[in-house]
């Protein structure tokens, strides 16, 4: 007897049985139900075509709500994203007043909330070396501050309550002030004096001159736990990138590998990285494109990263890093629209805020952001998000919106 | 239980069930190469004249059957409005692809003047914005009745009934007021809001009465939306919509929870009682203790981006100004583009104005995106060139340059193919601001001279104006 015939055999008893069963036993022999359905006709499980002539139908509208519990079950994944420590204290061999902790992960995030969040993903405030050009809106709150990368730093501590500090030495791109390794590091050491949180050094982009700042700065911070961002593929090509995560491993130094929207080149640049560093120094950077612009390939480069790394693949499990600055490049976030479109204080940090957002739900640990109001709204997500146990929710209040009254310029 | 999930079902187990005559009336070669759309969800059975003859009945229904989605598909709306929801295969969009977008349903109740109801709903109809050339809009209508009174309720509803064409949602706890609406808006097939554990059989009769799709809503209560669904499909009602409810502020991680628990229930587990579309409410965010009206809408937005993510296949809204609309529409788009095709133009020569032999030649990468925004600033600048467009591989000019989709080589073998060489004196090559980092290369592998253009395309007004035509190298 195949499954079809015990369908018609047994009517709609064996389709319930079979929504809550694993496995049935009927008389004489049994059957696995993965076996079974796969031999059933799909459409056999709509009930209306259940119903064989005869046999005992599920009441005609049933008068009660017919209960159906549902029961959740707890995914366990065979891999876990390594931790890595942002920033040692003086304790560690550092100057810092705490170090953060980031990955851990267990499971996708921000999804089924079945257990505690391991370490609440970091936000770390952009401090940049050099006058670089910037939406209007985006550099108000820094007006003051933009020529000194020590005050700028410690008005976002101080004043915007930031928990980690992006210095981007931009003033080193050879097209820009071509700024000296020594110079650089000079101004990374007076940021470590200024701010005690942990810090993560950005390069220009450039494999050659990144590799000589990043050798100058690394000795110089020995011991702080700095996170350099980034070494890439372009570094192997140039025959930097061994100097670099060299000086890493021997100064303590955490490595930010970066790669375009490609996980094969991500796989490749952790296995180059993992001769000369521990996995638990290397965090990756996947891309991160503005909300408009591509941010979806982002937003699936990281979903599927995340799910191969709990599935089990060894070499993406890092945690991840966003430049969610970069939401402000959308033109959207900052060009004079028309009045309904509002200026760009209001889309700008709005446009931020749903980029760095998009991404915490596909995983992403570290945000490097930028404006106040963004990172307000982001902070207040993650408070939510990372509760535990989560926050009761009033009962009947999800609704009041069918009936309330909603008023004003909307 | 786990149902086999859409990447497992096989062309040839399709192919097998279709009539196999190879006749071509399907716009395809043979059945083979439908059957292969057929798995990929390019194309639809009614594509397959013969296999809507009455011999085929029981292939048809099978083949129906291979290929439903786990979330049902629940269409909304009168014929040529028709909106349809859910019809989802898949939890994460890398995996497959998402069908049918999410639908933007904008808020109104029925304390509204007649006049203010009627502006508002102009401006829902009318809202576009073009992105990509393409233009966002607002889908759907849904009316409150936040006064509770059935004859408020009617009026409100045959006003809409009679301006505006946009699918309806009615709203209101109550099945008389539901009732009255429904009957003021004969045959638009309004998506009811909602059933409850207390009102689910006057909902339920009232569905059936009027031929609705129906909301059942149980907030953070799955066992409550299971038991509503079980109950209405046994009263023969298929077309469900699920309301797990929608927390804004601390409930939010409930709300995700729920959305992502009834998604991967009905996806990975199979479980038919909760595979229905989602509709979700970031409207919630006007009705807590927040205030301010800009507030309000920030946090809207907010939500709604995060449950666009979370699988909503309906959201209800309020903020109607553009600011807070325009990210939710934009997100929406681009989660629904096929992550198994870039969003790519065709890469080539383009030409703009009445380019001569003196007009600047400008380079860009083929992300559609990339290319519309340069194509629509040169039109607004009334720039007359060339302008060669690479294969990026449908990249940004700055992933792309930042995954080495974009490089030196590219450059100068896009140029080359493209052959504007032969259509201009010069030998001057803008390139975007985001790839200035390539200019040195590029001049080396192309021999042209190469100028760093503007980083946002907006500047190529003044750039061409400063810049061109460039003094002698
Ligand atoms: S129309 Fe149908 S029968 Fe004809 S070729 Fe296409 S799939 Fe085959």
Same mark, same amino acid.
């Not at chain 1, 933009?146 to 915007?160: E, G, I, M, S, T």
């Not at chain 1, 992403?364 to 929710?393: K, N, Q, Y």
């Given at each position: ?34 076996? +079974? ?5 799909? #459409?056999?499980?709509?009930?209306? @075509? %259940?119903?064989?002539? =005869? /046999? $005992? &139908? ?27 420590? +942002? ?5 560690? #061999?550092?100057?810092?007043?705490? @170090? %953060?902790?980031?990955? =851990? /992960? $267990? &499971? ?303 | ?473």
């Amino acid at each position: 007897m195949n499954g079809r015939d015990l369908v018609g055999a047994l009517g709609p008893e064996l389709l319930a049985l079979l929504r809550t069963a694993g496995r049935i036993e009927l008389e004489g022999f049994s059957l696995e139900l993965d076996e +079974l359905e796969f031999r059933l006709p799909h #459409g056999a499980l709509a009930p209306a @075509a %259940l119903v064989p002539p =005869g /046999a $005992e &139908a599920v009441p005609e509208r049933p008068s009660d709500l017919l209960e159906a519990e549902y029961v959740p079950e707890r995914t366990e994944y065979p891999g876990r994203i390594r931790e890595v420590v +942002l920033g040692a204290t003086r304790r560690e #061999g550092g100057s810092r007043a705490r @170090a %953060l902790t980031v990955g =851990g /992960a $267990e &499971a996708p995030a921000f999804s089924l909330f079945d257990r505690p969040i391991v370490n609440r993903p970091v936000i770390s405030m952009d401090v940049f070396d050099t006058r670089v050009p910037m939406p209007k809106a985006l550099r108000a709150p820094f007006e003051e501050v933009r020529d000194d990368p020590a005050a700028w730093a410690r008005l976002n501590v101080h004043q915007f309550g930031a928990k980690a500090i992006t210095v981007h030495l931009l003033s080193t791109d050879p097209l820009i002030k071509n700024t000296s390794p020594r110079k650089a590091a000079a101004t990374v050491e007076e940021v470590l004096q200024a701010v005690d949180v942990p810090l993560i050094i950005g390069g220009c982009g450039d494999p050659r001159k990144d590799a000589d700042v990043f050798f100058e700065v690394a000795a110089m911070a020995s011991g702080e736990r700095l996170l350099l961002n980034s070494v890439t593929l372009e570094m192997a090509t140039a025959k930097t990138l061994e100097k670099v995560a060299r000086a890493a491993a021997e100064h303590g130094h955490n490595l930010l590998a970066f790669t375009g929207l490609e996980l094969n080149d991500a796989k490749e640049l952790n296995r180059r990285l993992y001769e000369y560093v521990p996995p638990e120094q290397i965090v990756m950077d996947l891309t991160t494109v503005a909300l408009g612009y591509g941010l979806e390939y982002s937003f699936s480069i990281h979903e599927r990263a995340r799910q191969a790394a709990l599935m089990g693949d060894a070499e993406l499990q890092h945690p991840t890093i966003s430049g969610s600055t970069n939401a402000w490049s959308a033109r959207e976030a900052w060009m004079p629209m028309p009045p309904t479109y509002g200026g760009p204080e209001r889309r700008g940090p709005l446009w931020e805020a749903e980029t760095a957002i998009a991404l915490l739900l596909a995983g992403v640990d570290i945000f490097m952001m930028s404006h106040p109001a963004a990172i307000g709204a982001m902070r207040e997500a993650l408070d939510v998000l990372t509760s535990w146990p989560l926050e009761e929710v009033a009962e009947g209040r999800a609704n009041d919106w069918v009936t309330a009254a909603i008023g004003g310029e909307t | 239980m786990a149902r086999r999930s859409i990447t497992e079902t096989s062309p040839i187990e399709v192919y097998r069930l279709l009539p196999r005559t190879n006749c071509g009336e399907c716009g395809e070669p043979n059945c083979m190469a439908f059957a292969t759309r057929l798995v990929n969800r390019e194309v639809s059975l009614e594509s397959c004249p013969p296999l809507l003859l009455p011999e085929h009945d029981s292939d048809l229904a099978d083949l129906s059957a291979l290929l439903a989605p786990p979330v049902r598909a629940v269409r909304i709306g009168q014929a040529e409005r028709e909106i349809t929801l859910g019809g989802k295969y898949v939890v994460q969009r890398h995996e497959f692809t998402y069908h049918n977008p999410t639908c933007c349903a904008l808020a109104v109740d029925d304390t509204l003047a007649r006049e203010e109801l009627v502006q508002r709903l102009r401006t829902i109809s009318e809202f576009s914005y073009n992105y990509i050339g393409r233009d966002l809009r607002l889908d759907a209508v849904a009316l409150r009745s936040a006064t509770g009174d059935p004859d408020q309720f009617r009026e409100a509803a045959t006003t809409i009934a009679a301006t505006c064409k946009l699918p309806l949602v009615l709203c209101s706890p109550d099945p008389d007021v539901l009732r009255v609406g429904a009957e003021a808006v004969p045959g638009r097939r309004p998506l009811l809001h909602a059933a409850d554990r207390t009102n689910w059989r006057e909902m339920a009769l009232l569905a059936l009465d009027t031929d609705s799709p129906l909301v059942v809503s149980a907030p953070d209560d799955l066992s409550g939306l299971r038991s509503l669904t079980k109950t209405l499909r046994a009263w023969g009602i298929e077309d469900l919509v699920l309301d797990p409810g929608t927390f804004v502020g601390p409930g939010l991680a409930h709300t995700i929870r729920n959305f992502s628990r009834c998604r991967n229930a009905a996806i990975r587990d199979g479980d038919e009682l909760l595979g229905y579309p989602l509709l979700g409410a970031p409207i919630a965010a006007f009705a807590g203790e927040e205030l301010d009206p800009v507030r309000c809408a920030f946090d809207e937005a907010l939500t709604a981006s995060v449950l666009l993510s979370r699988y909503a296949d309906i959201l209800i809204l309020q903020g109607l100004e553009g600011w807070s609309v325009l990210p939710t529409l934009i997100w929406r788009f681009n989660l629904y583009t096929d992550p198994r095709k870039p969003v790519a133009v065709e890469a080539g020569l383009r030409e703009f104005g009445s380019p001569d032999r003196v007009s600047p030649v400008l380079v860009t990468a083929n992300y559609a995106l990339t290319y519309f925004t340069v194509e629509s600033d040169i039109k607004a600048a009334n720039i007359s060139c060339y302008l060669v467009v690479a294969d990026t591989g449908g990249l940004s000019v700055e992933s792309a340059v930042a995954g080495r989709y974009f490089s030196a080589a590219g450059i100068a073998e896009a140029l080359e193919s493209s052959g504007v060489a032969e259509k201009v004196d010069h030998r001057v090559l803008v390139i975007p601001g985001l790839a200035a980092r390539l200019s040195g290369e590029a001049a080396e592998a192309t021999g042209w001279k190469v100028l760093v253009g503007p980083k946002d395309s907006s500047g190529l007004g003044p750039f061409m104006k400063e810049r061109w035509p460039p003094g002698p190298a």
